[in-house]
């Protein structure tokens, strides 16, 4: 990219793409520089303020991200990304029921957006519609069956619906998919434990330290399982 601005400094899809390329490997800054002068050559260049407006949620600059969300809105109402983001983006501020009314303007412009559906999912989920949640989870699972995120976390809103078999049944599923995702072994332990069945909950609390073995949680909940354990003399899993 770097050469071609050198012949033509005029090209702003030039200064996007060579944003596109700082931003994916985490220079932030730099990416916003390039996204600045895009926008300085071609003020409606909606894509790059959507862009811009992911930098800088990456720094944590939501509000400045907001802005360049509904800027590239304004300039273009059917740009889908720029909902998904700024859903992500009222999240990630805990405006869960504002997060809800962007995914679903998302999906109303591709029905097929699983992580659209994966993330309204969890929005509905932190406002404790535990079944609402289930069902965007259903449904970014059809789309994308390898999302395995996505097993989890229906796993969680089983899990907090005490129902705790389906709950595993998910996290089983989602360990198939990523056998190295420490947090759906946590989280099956956590079923164990809920059930009583603690040396399988040990065994699961094991195997989540040993792929983040700074997993606090886990620690935590191993040591209540192993007193739990030690409480129970007769205990007999299946």
């Known amino acids: 990219f770097d050469q071609a601005l050198r012949f033509d400094p005029e090209l702003a899809p030039d200064y996007y793409n060579r944003g596109r390329g700082w931003h994916l490997v985490g220079k932030y800054r730099r990416a916003i520089e390039d996204y600045d002068q895009a926008i300085s050559l071609d003020p409606t260049f909606a894509l790059a303020y959507n862009n811009r407006g992911l930098a800088r949620a990456e720094l944590g600059e939501y509000d400045r991200a907001m802005d360049d969300y509904n800027q590239a809105i304004h300039l273009d109402p059917k ?118 069945k603690h040396s399988r909950a040990i065994e699961d609390y094991d195997r989540a330290l040993q792929f983040d073995p700074k997993f606090t949680l886990a620690y935590d909940n191993r040591g209540l399982a192993l007193k739990a354990l030690g409480g129970d003399q007769g205990e007999i899993e299946h």
């Open 79 to 196: 740009i889908i990304e720029a909902y998904y983001n700024r859903g992500n983006a009222w999240s990630n501020l805990g405006k869960y029921s504002i997060a809800i009314e962007n995914y679903d303007q998302a999906i109303r412009l591709n029905s097929k957006l699983a992580t659209g559906y994966y993330n309204r999912g969890l929005a509905w989920y932190y406002l404790e519609e535990y079944n609402r949640a289930i069902e965007d989870y259903d449904q970014a699972i059809r789309l994308d069956p390898e999302l395995a995120r996505a097993y989890n976390n229906r796993g969680i809103a089983w899990n907090d619906l005490d129902e705790h078999y389906r709950a595993i049944d998910d996290y089983d599923q989602a360990i198939r998919l990523d056998p190295g995702f420490a947090f759906a072994y946590y989280n099956r332990g956590r079923a164990w434990h809920l059930l009583g």
